[in-house]
């Protein structure tokens, strides 16, 4: 391959960049996507008042996911859902750094 090919490769800035859908990432835009069909299902006006609701609520997801870090939504099921929710690779009582 000539320099000419490999320049037309787009190159990750990071390797653990977020899947995105379009321009926002994936787990935002499937809130904003759910909210707005649960609210169309009501109909044009529910559709339109669903638009504003998933605007908002995605907003203060994002806020939030920038807030609280990687991982937020693992240590909110672990601390806050039921006990037999709990999956096997979330334990509290093993204390390694890696890395």
């Known amino acids: 391959m000539t320099e000419e090919d490999l320049s037309n490769f787009a190159i990750p800035r990071t390797l653990d960049a977020p899947k995105m859908f379009l321009l926002w990432e994936l787990d935002v835009a499937m809130l904003f996507l759910i909210i707005v069909i649960l609210f169309a299902a009501m109909g044009a006006k529910g559709f339109l008042f669903g638009i504003g609701v998933a605007i908002v609520i995605s907003r203060g997801f994002l806020r939030l996911k920038v807030e609280g870090g990687k991982g ?28």
Do not use: D, N, T
């Open 72 to 99: 937020l939504l693992k240590r909110v099921l672990y601390w806050f859902a039921p006990s037999e929710w709990a999956s096997q690779k979330l334990q509290s009582h093993i204390r390694e750094r890696v890395g």
